[in-house]
């Protein structure tokens, strides 16, 4: 079965400090891809990163990296200098092989306070 | 360009009614998918479309159904509402399965 897990329900932070929102999954997959996505309070998810499973390098896009690590089934991403525009909830998600589906972890709600 | 976009924004029903969302995918995407999201929960897969096909489901009942028209619009039809499908109903577009870029979405309501 798959599964995507984020442990931190919700995480407070005063701006500019550094932010860290964790992800683990299951998938007995070989080949699948993980996504990370931001969900303002308007309601649109707005796609930050795809990455595929055979591609462990990081990535990073301006103040915002990813660190992924098939050893230990995680994918977590960091906001550095977190501003107030940054607060949303943010969904970790997997896609396995060639089912064509999301599965979405329940969200990590960040709340930039300035 | 156009992104994703999905019709109405909001729509209030009340129980045993049927409901009929739209979404229109981004310019150049052929596949559609549609998600559920509950308040507070992260959005659950219910079906997707590719050539006017389902090519793969969710674990949602038969009252859930959908269509997929040759310009790659789709529809997600739900019959006999229920409280519990209170829900922001969300499309996503894409040229394969590995692509899912979403809409703004559609919120329901069923009183």
């Known amino acids: 079965a798959q599964k995507v897990t984020q442990a931190q329900t919700e995480i407070s932070v005063v701006e500019k400090e550094d932010v860290t929102l964790d992800c683990v999954y299951e998938t007995r997959d070989t080949t699948y891809y993980l996504f990370w996505y931001k969900q303002p309070p308007s309601g649109e998810l707005v796609f930050l990163i795809r990455r595929n499973s055979f591609d462990e390098q990081n990535e990073i896009s301006g103040r915002y990296s990813w660190n992924f690590q098939k050893s230990t089934s995680s994918f977590n991403f960091t906001i550095t200098a977190s501003q107030v525009v940054d607060s949303a909830v943010y969904f970790c998600?997997?896609?396995?092989?060639?089912?064509?589906?999301?599965?979405f972890g329940q969200g990590t709600t960040l709340q930039v306070k300035p | 360009d156009a992104g994703v976009t999905q019709s109405p924004t909001h729509l209030i029903k009340t129980r045993g009614q049927q409901v009929t969302l739209r979404c229109s995918p981004k310019s150049g995407h052929d596949t559609v998918s549609w998600y559920q999201q509950a308040l507070g929960q992260g959005p659950q897969f219910i079906f997707q479309?590719?050539?006017?096909?389902?090519?793969q489901r969710g674990n949602f009942p038969d009252r859930f159904s959908g269509h997929q028209f040759p310009n790659y619009s789709s529809e997600l039809n739900v019959n006999a509402l229920l409280l519990g499908d209170s829900a922001l109903y969300l499309c996503a577009s894409g040229t394969d399965e590995r692509w899912q870029y979403f809409g703004p979405g559609t919120r329901l309501l069923v009183l």
């Open positions: 998600a997997l896609s396995g092989g060639n089912t064509g589906k999301l599965i």
């Open positions: 479309y590719y050539e006017e096909e389902e090519r």
